[in-house]
C-alpha cells in the first residue's frame, strides 16, 4: 500500500483520491494547503481523516517520513517547483497535465527523477483506459490512414470571469492557463500516441483579452495525411472525432474519455458496423492510478519499466509539440522568462 500525499484540495484531487483508494494501492496520508481548515475539510471525506498529517509549509510536508507519493493538482505553473521539492525529497510524484509550463521544465524534472531514482508521472489520465488502448489496437500496422478529425471543447465557467474583464488562473498567462493547456493536450497525447510525433504542426487560436487562447485549430501533419483538431473553453463542442482509414471510418464519441467506438466499414459495397462499448468506471482515474502502483512497486520488473519509459518520451514529444504550438500563435507564460 502506497502512502500518499496531495497538493491542491479542488475537485480533480477529489477525483484522484477517490479512484486511488479504490484502486486498493494507495492510502491517503498527507494533505497540503496554505490553511490546515482546508486541508482538514477536504480529508474528511476519507477513512482515517483522524489520523492523517496535515501541513501548510511545503518544505515540511515533502519530507513527511511515511509518503511514498504525492500527487499535485496546483495551478499550471506551480507544478515545476512543487514537483522538483518532492523529487529532491525522494518522493514519486503525480502530477496533473500538463504537468509543465515548457519542455525545459519536463526534462529537468526526468533527469531529477532519475538521479534520485524516484518516478516522475504526468496524469494523462485517458491513455491509460481500456477503448484508448483499443484504438491504438485498431491503428496497429494500418498503412492505410488517411486522416482524422478529433475534437474537445468545453464551456468553463470561469469564462465568465473573463467576460466581466477579470484574469482567473486557468485563463492566465502568469499560472500558465489556457485552451491548448487545459484540453488541447488531451488530443495532442491522443494524435502522437496513435499516429507519432507529426513532421509539421500548427494552430490557429482566438486571443482572449488575458493573452492566452479560448479556442483554436491544430493540424498535424504526416506522411500521407493530416490530422485535425479543434479545442476551447470559451464554447461548447458536440461532434464526434473520427479517424479515416481506406476502407472504413472509425469513430469516437469522445477523445478525453472514450466510452463507444463504432468501426463503419465498407465491404463488397455495404456498410458493416462494428461497435465496442466500455461500462462507465465509477471513477475514468482508476486505471491510470493502478497503472502508477504498478510502476512504483515493480522497479525491476522490465515490462512495467519499458512502459514508464515510453509514457516518459510520449510525454516528451507532447510537451515539444505544444510548446511549438504555443510559441507558434505567440502565447507566452510568465514561465517562458
Given at each position: 500500500?502506497?502512502?500518499?500525499?496531495?497538493?491542491?484540495?479542488?475537485?480533480?484531487?477529489?477525483?484522484f483520491v477517490s479512484a486511488a483508494i479504490k484502486s486498493e494501492e494507495y492510502q491517503l496520508k498527507a494533505v497540503y494547503s496554505r490553511q490546515v481548515e482546508k486541508a482538514e475539510e477536504f480529508a474528511s471525506r476519507?477513512?482515517?481523516?483522524?489520523?492523517?498529517?496535515?501541513?501548510?509549509?511545503?518544505?515540511?510536508?515533502?519530507?513527511?517520513?511515511?509518503?511514498?507519493?504525492?500527487?499535485?493538482?496546483?495551478?499550471?505553473?506551480?507544478?515545476?517547483?512543487?514537483?522538483?521539492?518532492?523529487?529532491?525529497?525522494?518522493?514519486?510524484?503525480?502530477?496533473?497535465?500538463?504537468?509543465?509550463?515548457?519542455?525545459?521544465?519536463?526534462?529537468?524534472?526526468?533527469?531529477?527523477?532519475?538521479?534520485?531514482?524516484?518516478?516522475?508521472?504526468?496524469?494523462?489520465?485517458?491513455?491509460?483506459?481500456?477503448?484508448?488502448?483499443?484504438?491504438?489496437?485498431?491503428?496497429?500496422?494500418?498503412?492505410?490512414?488517411?486522416?482524422?478529425?478529433?475534437?474537445?471543447?468545453?464551456?468553463?465557467?470561469?469564462?465568465?470571469?473573463?467576460?466581466?474583464?477579470?484574469?482567473?488562473?486557468?485563463?492566465?498567462?502568469?499560472?500558465?492557463?489556457?485552451?491548448?493547456?487545459?484540453?488541447?493536450?488531451?488530443?495532442?497525447?491522443?494524435?502522437?500516441?496513435?499516429?507519432?510525433?507529426?513532421?509539421?504542426?500548427?494552430?490557429?487560436?482566438?486571443?482572449?483579452?488575458?493573452?492566452?487562447?479560448?479556442?483554436?485549430?491544430?493540424?498535424?501533419r504526416y506522411d500521407g495525411f493530416d490530422v485535425t483538431m479543434m479545442t476551447g473553453k470559451n464554447a461548447d463542442n458536440y461532434l464526434p472525432s473520427e479517424i479515416y482509414l481506406g476502407d472504413s471510418t472509425i469513430?469516437?464519441?469522445?477523445?478525453?474519455?472514450?466510452?463507444?467506438?463504432?468501426?463503419?466499414?465498407?465491404?463488397?459495397?455495404?456498410?458493416?458496423?462494428?461497435?465496442?462499448?466500455?461500462?462507465?468506471?465509477?471513477?475514468?482515474?482508476?486505471?491510470?492510478?493502478?497503472?502508477?502502483?504498478?510502476?512504483?512497486?515493480?522497479?525491476?520488473?522490465?515490462?512495467?519499466?519499458?512502459?514508464?519509459?515510453?509514457?516518459?518520451?510520449?510525454?516528451?514529444?507532447?510537451?515539444?509539440?505544444?510548446?511549438?504550438?504555443?510559441?507558434?500563435?505567440?502565447?507566452?507564460?510568465?514561465?517562458?522568462?
Amino acid at each position: 500500500m502506497l502512502n500518499l500525499g496531495i497538493i491542491g484540495t479542488n475537485w480533480i484531487t477529489h477525483e484522484f483520491v477517490s479512484a486511488a483508494i479504490k484502486s486498493e494501492e494507495y492510502q491517503l496520508k498527507a494533505v497540503y494547503s496554505r490553511q490546515v481548515e482546508k486541508a482538514e475539510e477536504f480529508a474528511s471525506r476519507y477513512p482515517n481523516s483522524e489520523e492523517m498529517m496535515y501541513s501548510t509549509d511545503l518544505v515540511d510536508f515533502f519530507h513527511l517520513d511515511d509518503l511514498d507519493v504525492i500527487y499535485i493538482a496546483s495551478p499550471n505553473s506551480l507544478h515545476y517547483e512543487q514537483a522538483k521539492g518532492a523529487i529532491e525529497a525522494g518522493k514519486h510524484v503525480i502530477v496533473e497535465k500538463p504537468a509543465v509550463s515548457t519542455l525545459e521544465e519536463l526534462e529537468e524534472l526526468i533527469d531529477l527523477a532519475e538521479e534520485k531514482e524516484v518516478f516522475y508521472f504526468e496524469a494523462a489520465r485517458h491513455i491509460h483506459e481500456e477503448n484508448f488502448e483499443r484504438v491504438a489496437l485498431l491503428l496497429k500496422n494500418r498503412e492505410d490512414i488517411l486522416g482524422a478529425n478529433l475534437n474537445f471543447m468545453k464551456y468553463s465557467s470561469r469564462y465568465d470571469a473573463v467576460l466581466k474583464g477579470e484574469e482567473p488562473n486557468i485563463f492566465s498567462p502568469k499560472f500558465s492557463g489556457g485552451a491548448l493547456m487545459d484540453l488541447g493536450v488531451y488530443l495532442i497525447y491522443a494524435a502522437i500516441s496513435w499516429f507519432g510525433k507529426p513532421k509539421e504542426s500548427f494552430y490557429f487560436d482566438q486571443k482572449l483579452p488575458t493573452g492566452v487562447d479560448g479556442l483554436g485549430t491544430m493540424i498535424f501533419r504526416y506522411d500521407g495525411f493530416d490530422v485535425t483538431m479543434m479545442t476551447g473553453k470559451n464554447a461548447d463542442n458536440y461532434l464526434p472525432s473520427e479517424i479515416y482509414l481506406g476502407d472504413s471510418t472509425i469513430c469516437l464519441d469522445a477523445v478525453n474519455s472514450i466510452q463507444e467506438i463504432k468501426v463503419k466499414k465498407r465491404d463488397k459495397g455495404q456498410l458493416i458496423e462494428l461497435s465496442y462499448a466500455e461500462e462507465s468506471l465509477d471513477n475514468p482515474m482508476i486505471e491510470e492510478a493502478i497503472a502508477f502502483s504498478k510502476v512504483i512497486n515493480n522497479p525491476m520488473n522490465v515490462k512495467e519499466q519499458k512502459q514508464y519509459q515510453d509514457w516518459i518520451q510520449l510525454a516528451k514529444d507532447v510537451h515539444s509539440v505544444m510548446e511549438s504550438l504555443r510559441k507558434q500563435a505567440g502565447i507566452v507564460f510568465d514561465a517562458d522568462k
